[in-house]
Every structure is written in C-alpha cells, then in structure tokens.
C-alpha cells in the first residue's frame, strides 16, 4: 500500500487574547478531558474475535437481501463471509481515516483562530492517537488480512490535506469524514460480530462526538462571515466530498477480495434496500452538521439525494436556513 505523500501550506495563526469567550467549546474541552480512556487498561484485549465462524440469520431484511444479492447462488457461508469481511474492511477504513483525523487535528491547532479552540483541538490529537492504536491492534491480532485504504477515501483526504483552508480541511474531516465515522461506530452494536470491536467502537463514538461538535462550532461561526461565492465553492466540497463516499460503500474493495463478479456487486450495493437504508442512516449525522454550519442549501439538499442519501425527514425545515453571506 503506497503512503499518500501530500505537499501543502499550512496557514499558522497565533492569538495573543487569552480569554475564554465561547462557553461551548470550554465545556467541550472539559468533556474531553473527563472522557479521557486508556488503550491498554480499558478494553479487554483477550476477547475471543473468532473471526469468519458461522453467524445468525439476522434481520428479514438481512435476509431478503442476502437472496438478491450476486452471492446468493453460492450459498450461505459466502454471505457469513461477506459480513465478515465487510466488519473487516470497515475497521480498516476507520484505521485509515483516524490516522488521517490525526494529523488534520494537529493542523487545526496550529491554524484556528483562537487560543481557545486551539486547546479543545489539542485534546482531539490526543483522541485520534489512541484511536489509531486501538484499531491498528485490532486488526493486527484479529483479522487475517486488513484492507488497504480504499481508493475514494484516499481521494477525499488527498483534497483535504492539500486544501490550506483551515475550514475547508476543518469541512471535509470534521464534518463529511468524522460526522459519517461516528454514525458508523454507533451502528456497530447492530453489524459487527464480536464484543470487543463493538466495545472498541463504542469508546471511540463518544470522543468522535466531541470531534464532530468542535468541526460545527468552529465553522458555523467562521461561515457567517463568507461570501455567497465562498460559501458556494463549501457546498461544491460537500458534494464531491459525498459522492466519493457513497462510491466508497458501494464495496468494490469487498467484491475483488470474494470473487464476487464487480459491475454486479456495485449494483446491488446501489439498489438494495438495506444497503441504501445503511448509506442513509450514517449520512444522517452529516446531514445534520451541514444543516447547523448553514451549508444544507437547496443545491446541497437535492445533490444528496440525487445521490440517494438522504431519508425522510433527515433535513429539519426550522434548520435548513443557510448563512446570508457576503454578496461578493
């Protein structure tokens, strides 16, 4: 797997004004450190991950599509292979995408504008760094073989950490990148197969909550003050941002892996059901970040679900107001 090199400027501002004006982010920072939780000592490493055995039927829907899958003339033990391999390939990504937060974290605190969100950023360095542990060690002991980083979230990082934009790199990481991640982890209890990567997901979700609502406070106060062309090129970010992660679920990776025909693979990960309703649920939190930074405009709305991601009732008429923005 070839590291994602990226040449960048980095803009670094340094404030001499010490107060604390914003209550939010310093009872963020105070969360932070309360919620503070050891890698080692807090998580039950010797939990059997007994990796690729048989597994439950699960849902009806589970089932219904499992039989309108390309994997149903093969039998049983390739659908309890595929669940595996997609609980593999999803931690995997997370691995990635947390080494990426980590170094966007660290970014951050060098470019924020102020003292005190710098300090609540710092403490998300600390987070990512563990993260990154947990999950490394997670798939170095229990998966016999990890997935590289998938090819359209290499993409969108590659964007985001090129971007010298503190918010465009605060945009694409914070919000499209952490907001989807933490819906994720919050859906392990319902797909993953073993108690210790759902207890792993569980620590990690509540740091990312703090992560997502540093991204929303930061920008919703940083985007009233762009123009509507500024804010413009933000909504053409998201929808970019959007459609390289929909093509991300869409699991080629896990089709090449289970010999599973692509172009027939990618189709029913477009069109099933549950599939669909999975990709809606987690873009639900994006969803929500965007409509409080004011980026949820009608352009925005209908891109999403042109793109099938967004379910009923996801966008909240009372919140779907953008920032006036500057004219110029």
Not at 70 to 95: I, T
Not at 222 to 248: D, F, G, I, Q
Request: glycine share 4%; hydrophobic share 45%.
């Amino acid at each position: 797997m070839q590291d994602l090199d990226v040449q960048a400027r980095v803009h670094t501002r340094l404030s001499w004004d010490y107060s604390t004006s914003t209550g939010r982010l310093r009872t963020l920072t105070r969360r932070a450190h309360a919620g503070q939780w050891d890698a080692e000592h807090d998580i039950d490493w010797s939990a059997p991950v007994p990796f690729g055995a048989p597994l439950p039927d699960g849902s009806d829907l589970a089932r219904a599509s499992f039989e309108a899958s390309p994997m149903a003339g093969r039998g049983r033990p390739l659908w309890d292979a595929f669940r595996w391999e997609l609980q593999a390939w999803l931690v995997s990504q997370f691995l990635h995408g947390e080494q990426a937060a980590l170094t966007v974290a660290a970014r951050l605190v060098e470019s924020l504008p102020t003292v005190e969100a710098k300090l609540c950023a710092a403490t998300q360095v600390t987070d990512e760094a563990r993260h990154v542990e947990v999950f490394a060690r997670y798939l170095r002991e229990h998966v016999p073989e990890p997935y590289p980083v998938n090819a359209d979230l290499r993409a969108l990082l590659e964007d985001v950490l090129r971007d010298s934009r503190w918010d465009v790199t605060a945009l694409g990481m914070q919000i499209m990148v952490e907001a989807l991640a933490m819906a994720a982890f919050r859906l392990a209890g319902a797909t993953f197969h073993d108690p210790l990567i759902r207890h792993i997901t569980t620590l990690v979700a509540r740091d990312e909550a703090r992560h997502v609502s540093l991204g929303v406070m930061s920008l919703e106060e940083a985007y009233r003050e762009l123009s509507r062309r500024e804010l413009a090129e933000r909504e053409e970010l998201v929808l970019e941002a959007a459609a390289l992660m929909r093509r991300r679920f869409l699991l080629g990776d896990l089709w090449e892996r289970l010999d599973v025909d692509r172009p027939a693979g990618l189709a029913y990960a477009a069109t099933d059901p549950a599939m669909v309703m999975y990709r809606q649920t987690v873009f639900a939190r994006v969803v929500s970040s965007l409509v409080h930074i004011g980026l949820m405009s009608e352009r925005v709305r209908q891109g999403l679900a042109d793109l099938d991601l967004l379910s009923y009732g996801t966008v909240p008429r009372r919140l779907s107001r953008r920032p006036s923005g500057r004219s110029a």
